[in-house]
């Protein structure tokens, strides 16, 4: 089992930053690729981003590639998700996952673990 626990989310204006984070704890997550999804009202989970644990390799979702950036600290056992130039397009509920994938994986369907997920809300 790996545990995933999202914090870092609130609101902000357009134009602004936000830095999310996701604790990892459990059995061997240093081994799983760490994904970030969102998914805003009315429309489907989306891939943001993942990382993995083992390399540090990256891969961003084009609409946020230049804006939002993955990275890790082994000794937190924490993934980040900063996010800048903040847009309201950018409101919904950002989610922490893993699993033993690629971290090309975009489909939220091949991670298996899941955190509660933590809101971003960007005004206008």
């Known amino acids: 089992q790996v545990q995933l626990i999202e914090s870092g989310g609130g609101l902000v204006q357009a134009g602004g930053s936000l830095r999310l984070s996701c604790a990892a704890s459990?059995?061997?997550?240093?081994?799983?690729?760490m994904g970030w999804f969102r998914q805003a009202p009315g429309k489907e989970r989306a891939f943001v981003g993942a990382?993995?644990?083992?390399?540090?390799?990256?891969y961003h979702a084009n609409s946020v590639k230049g804006r939002f950036t993955i990275s890790r600290d082994n000794a937190k056992s924490t993934v980040y998700l900063q996010m800048n130039s903040l847009t309201p397009e950018d409101t919904a509920v950002y989610y922490c996952?893993?699993?033993?994938?690629?971290?090309?994986?975009?489909?939220?369907?091949?991670?298996?673990?899941w955190g509660q997920g933590t809101q971003v809300t960007v005004s206008s």
């Open positions: 996952s893993a699993g033993r994938v690629a971290v090309t994986t975009t489909r939220g369907s091949e991670y298996t673990y």
């Open positions: 459990g059995r061997a997550f240093s081994t799983y690729t």
């Open positions: 990382i993995s644990w083992s390399d540090g390799m990256t």
